[in-house]
């Protein structure tokens, strides 16, 4: 089979044997009768209901943290009595084992889908249950990441969060999936969790069972029964890069000018990643991610405990605080959308904190009372601005609440044409270039089929970053990046070279951005993003720039 490409999201390099993502389990057909001895069909039908619960509990022990309390909640419901009873029942009627646990459940499903959101939540859990029972008793494979003894590289069509979020980094070598892009929040999540992942990899599930493939989360890569000698070369890189993670201390170029490293996080769960890299601070503050399984809006008390963390945590550094970011691909309960056929074009971000101002009220009230009280300096920013009058009115409301540095998001392309009108409005940028890209290209960032335009090294991508910076710069305001282009060890000095003033990133990405940075002047990232721009794609503009960026081979870049 030829080597497959697809777009690179995560870095580093995984080979291993291929284990597909099981995909659906089918309905047992509703007139599915028994063969006469419903004695034998009930011994069936719990043995499996066991089997289920015994390997959730064993995943979960395995796992453990917040991925254990899941699945030792999903195990009690395979084993709950009450459960065993009704599919008995219905198998004593005729009914065959598998039909008997489909409807079983369904008494169980509608009940919790009335209970309220926090249960209804629980749904997607339940069904998960179903499935991996209905599987068990028909013979199919198994829903979501296979069960393996030995590590493997993870395929599938598309991974939903909750999959991505469970993966262990010790099994899973690598994911290669058909769809999703770059900046998909399932490729943010797989660099946090710092696996090799590649994304819109057109034919990867038509990948044998049990091959061997050789995937560059860098270069997008997948190499199909690799030599040898590709497994050699890519180990070397990898020892290369590990080598190159080790250096420590604040961000700066060769030759000195600093660029703090920022990191990206969701929560105060995600301090301690970023704190372990040396972070000099949080460059994005995703609060939405507190919040989004919230049937009511958080209180002003929980969420300054949720900010002072992160204060706390960054004391010399700046903590950099995004408003509620809700809409589009994050819904939030509390923040219900008009009917919209176009969300993402909607009102999302600060236009949705606009039709909810008590929402952004009590935000800020707890942004301004922690910002007292914590350690680190706090700013706040606004995200989805598209002009000089939203600017202005979020730098209002928060002057309001006393708090002192505002900022806003440039993530939507008018907002980077004219940055010079909005930076008289505001302290500080900070460049989103996931959505700047969605956005400048009209092209949805969970899409794989448009994965090509949303490649962080198009030039009109980088003409519109440099845009925004020169901005910032002539009316001597900082301009940070935030969007995910920044953990990208050559872009990041391309970046530099543009004008960004400080980076942030998910931790994993760090350690070689850093590098990166210590190893050319800032005179080679100007030069590599003048021939970053003056290329007509991102491959020309990736090539162009890495020929002034000569330290990145050594680096295992
Ligand atoms: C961005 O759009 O680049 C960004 C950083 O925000 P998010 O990915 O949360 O939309
Ligand atoms: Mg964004």
Redesign the pocket.
């Given at each position: 089979m030829p080597d497959l490409r697809g777009t690179g999201v995560s870095p580093g390099v995984g080979a291993g044997p291929v284990r597909m993502m099981g995909g659906s389990v089918p309905e047992p057909p509703p007139d599915e009768r028994h063969g006469g001895d419903a004695a034998a069909e009930r011994a069936r039908a719990h043995e499996a209901l066991h089997a289920v619960a015994a390997d959730l509990e064993a995943r979960g022990a395995k796992a453990g943290g917040a991925a254990q309390e899941v699945l030792a909640a999903q195990a009690l419901m395979a084993g709950d009595p009450g459960l065993g009873e009704l599919v008995d029942a219905k198998i004593d009627a005729g009914m065959a084992a598998a039909r008997a646990v489909f409807e079983g459940f369904a008494g169980y499903r509608a009940a919790l889908a009335g209970a309220g959101d926090y249960l209804a939540a629980r749904v997607a859990d339940l069904d998960d249950v179903r499935d991996r029972v209905v599987a068990r008793l028909g013979d199919l494979p198994m829903p979501g990441v296979p069960a393996s003894a030995e590590p493997f590289v993870l395929v599938a069509r598309d991974l939903a969060p909750a999959d991505t979020a469970l993966l262990d980094p010790e099994s899973v070598l690598a994911f290669v999936t058909e769809e999703g892009g770059p900046?998909s929040h399932t490729a943010?999540l797989a660099r946090a969790i710092g696996v090799p992942a590649v994304v819109a990899c057109a034919g990867c599930t038509t990948l044998p069972e049990g091959s061997v493939i050789l995937v560059d989360g860098g270069t997008g890569t997948v190499t199909v029964d690799p030599a040898p000698g590709d497994i050699a070369a890519a180990d070397e890189r990898t020892a290369a890069r590990a080598a190159a993670s080790a250096a420590s201390g604040p961000g700066r170029t060769a030759d000195g000018h600093e660029v703090p490293l920022l990191a990206n996080i969701g929560g105060p769960r995600d301090i301690a990643a970023a704190v372990s890299v040396g972070a000099e601070g949080v460059g994005?503050y995703?609060t939405e991610f507190l919040f989004l399984d919230r049937a009511e809006p958080p209180t002003v008390v929980e969420q300054e405990a949720a900010y002072r963390a992160a204060l706390d945590a960054f004391p010399a550094g700046p903590v950099v605080v995004r408003v509620l970011?809700a809409g589009a691909d994050k819904p939030l309960a509390f923040l219900p959308p008009g009917d919209e056929p176009n969300p993402a074009l909607g009102e999302r971000g600060l236009r949705m904190l606009q039709r909810y101002p008590e929402v952004l009220a009590d935000q800020l009230a707890a942004l301004a009372r922690a910002g007292e009280t914590g350690s680190g300096e706090l700013r706040v920013m606004a995200?989805m601005v598209a002009d000089a009058a939203d600017a202005r009115y979020f730098a209002d409301v928060c002057r309001a609440a006393g708090i002192a540095s505002a900022g806003v998001?440039i993530?939507i392309p008018a907002a980077a044409l004219r940055a010079r009108d909005i930076a008289g409005e505001v302290d500080f940028f900070s460049l989103?270039?996931?959505?700047?890209a969605q956005y400048a290209f009209a092209a949805d960032r969970e899409l794989g089929a448009l994965a090509r335009l949303q490649d962080p090294w198009q030039p009109a991508l980088l003409d519109l970053v440099a845009t925004a910076a020169t901005a910032a710069a002539g009316a001597g305001k900082g301009c940070g990046v935030?969007?995910?282009a920044a953990g990208d060890p050559a872009l990041a000095c391309v970046l530099v070279g543009l004008g960004a003033s400080s980076l942030s990133m998910s931790p994993p990405s760090l350690p070689l951005v850093r590098a990166a940075l210590a190893g050319h002047p800032l005179d080679a990232c100007r030069r590599a993003a003048e021939a970053a721009r003056a290329a007509g794609t991102p491959a020309a503009a990736r090539t162009a720039a890495r020929a002034h960026l000569s330290l990145l081979p050594s680096l295992g870049l």
């Open positions: 900046t943010i994005l995703r970011d995200p998001m993530e989103g270039t996931n959505d700047l935030c969007g995910e």
